[in-house]
Every structure is written in structure tokens, then in C-alpha cells.
């Protein structure tokens, strides 16, 4: 990966991760300090207002004490777009954005989608045993 | 209920004054910079966002939006600078601080 792709990169997790305030001012401070400090300082700068946001998160969540289930989507959300970040799959995390108001407006769903996690783990747990079982006997 | 009053974060405090400085061109990067000048250590600008986010809503500085420049990537400056009440925040929190410390024994050696 060339430097500019990994500065891409590092952008757009900045424009789905990081808090809403001033972003694009904050985004451009880092592309006019590239050139000076480098690859390394913007992204860690970037992981820096992630780490940022997700700490407001947790705090703002424990002082207006939302309700849990908000807060476990929001969460399930944030490592699921971790994921993706690290893999670069920008199309499943604007999948992933698009389910939290959905979660948001609807609890419901963060309760079905755990059972429906949990439903393909087991599936493909059992396949898995079928599988090495079938395989052991021939 | 009513909240007392909160006091200004030490990061808080150093991004009012940046922000307050009359020489200051007061926007997120020269505001790190500042403060990196003064105090010798490296400062997040994610950290200096957060503060001006914070001070932003206690009322103690305002924001304009500067015109949109290339080496930016097409992106605005930000502008900060303080309100009335902000200044006098930073005012009454430095009289305090150098209440608080005279007086104090520092180590020989420490501002060379």
C-alpha cells in the first residue's frame, strides 16, 4: 500500500469514526500537516480521534445513562467498522452505518441480530463437526 | 438541579489562552502548536479538538469558518476566538493558579 492510499485510509475511517465537531476542519489540519510530520503522525492522529469519540461515547452513555440496548448497538457498530477499517471494506461499513439508526429506532433488531449471530455460529459449528466427523469415518 | 459550575481542564485552560493569545491566528493547528511551544510536549490535535469542543459549549469561544484551500484538500480553516465570558474565565483561572502557587518551592534546574 503507497503512502497516499494509506492516507486515504486513514481519512475515511476518520470520516465514519471520529466525532462530528468540526470534522472536516479537523481533517483538513492533518492534510496540511502531512507534508511536515509524515504518514505515522496522521495516523495517529486519526486512531487518536477515534480513541477520542469512543471514550465520549462511553462517558456520555454512563452519564445520561441511555438505554443498553443504544449503547450495544452502538458498540457491535464500532467493531464491526474496526474490522472493516482493518480489512478495508468500505462497502460492508456503509452497510454497517446504515443499520444503526435502524437499530436506533427499532431495539428490537440489536436482539434479533445477536440470535441471528449466535443461529450461523452454531450452523457452521455443526457443519464444521459434521464435516470432520464424516471425514474421520472415510 | 442546578449543576455548580465546573472548573476549566488543564488542556482546557492552555487551549483558552492559545485561543486568546491577540497574536494568534487561532485555529487547530496553530493552537497545538502553541501549546506544543509552550509547554515542550507533543499535543493530539484530536485532544485540542475535544477541548475547543467542550469550551465551545461552556460559552467561553466562538468559531468561524475560514475559506476552503487546496493544501487542505478542499477543506475550511476553523477560527476560534474567545467570548467576553471566556476571557474572563482565563483571566480568574490564571489569578487562581498563581494564587495557588506562590510560594511553591520548585527545584533548581527546573526553567533553565
Known amino acids: 500500500m503507497s503512502a497516499a492510499e494509506r492516507q486515504r485510509l486513514a481519512t475515511w475511517v476518520l470520516t465514519r469514526c471520529a466525532s462530528d465537531y468540526e470534522r472536516d476542519s479537523f481533517i483538513g489540519d492533518l492534510i496540511e500537516q502531512y507534508e511536515e510530520r509524515g504518514a505515522w503522525w496522521y495516523w495517529r492522529q486519526a486512531l487518536g480521534a477515534v480513541r477520542a469519540h469512543l471514550i465520549r461515547l462511553v462517558v456520555t452513555a454512563a452519564e445520561t445513562r441511555v438505554q443498553a440496548t443504544e449503547f450495544i448497538g452502538d458498540l457491535i457498530m464500532w467493531i464491526a467498522l474496526g474490522l472493516c477499517a482493518l480489512v478495508q471494506l468500505p462497502i460492508y461499513a456503509d452497510l454497517i452505518i446504515s443499520w444503526t439508526p435502524l437499530s436506533r429506532s427499532e431495539p428490537k433488531i440489536i436482539v434479533v441480530s445477536a440470535l441471528i449471530a449466535a443461529a450461523l455460529i452454531a450452523a457452521a459449528t455443526t457443519v464444521h463437526g459434521v464435516r470432520a466427523r464424516t471425514l474421520r469415518a472415510t | ?112
Not at chain 2, 494568534?24 to 497545538?32: H, L, M, T
Open chain 2, 1 to 112: 438541579m442546578r449543576r455548580p459550575r465546573e472548573y476549566l481542564g488543564q488542556l482546557e485552560l492552555m487551549v483558552l489562552l492559545a485561543v486568546a493569545h491577540p497574536d494568534a491566528d487561532a485555529y487547530g493547528v496553530q493552537i497545538a502548536k502553541s501549546i506544543e511551544e509552550a509547554s515542550g510536549r507533543e499535543v493530539s490535535l484530536a485532544s485540542v479538538y475535544v477541548a475547543l469542543e467542550r469550551l465551545e459549549r461552556k460559552g467561553l469561544i466562538t468559531s468561524t469558518l475560514g475559506a476552503p484551500t487546496p493544501q487542505r484538500g478542499g477543506r475550511a480553516r476553523t477560527y476560534f476566538k474567545p467570548t467576553p465570558s471566556g476571557l474572563k474565565e482565563a483571566r480568574t483561572a490564571c489569578s487562581t493558579l498563581n494564587r495557588l502557587s506562590r510560594g511553591l518551592a520548585v527545584p533548581k534546574g527546573t526553567f533553565a
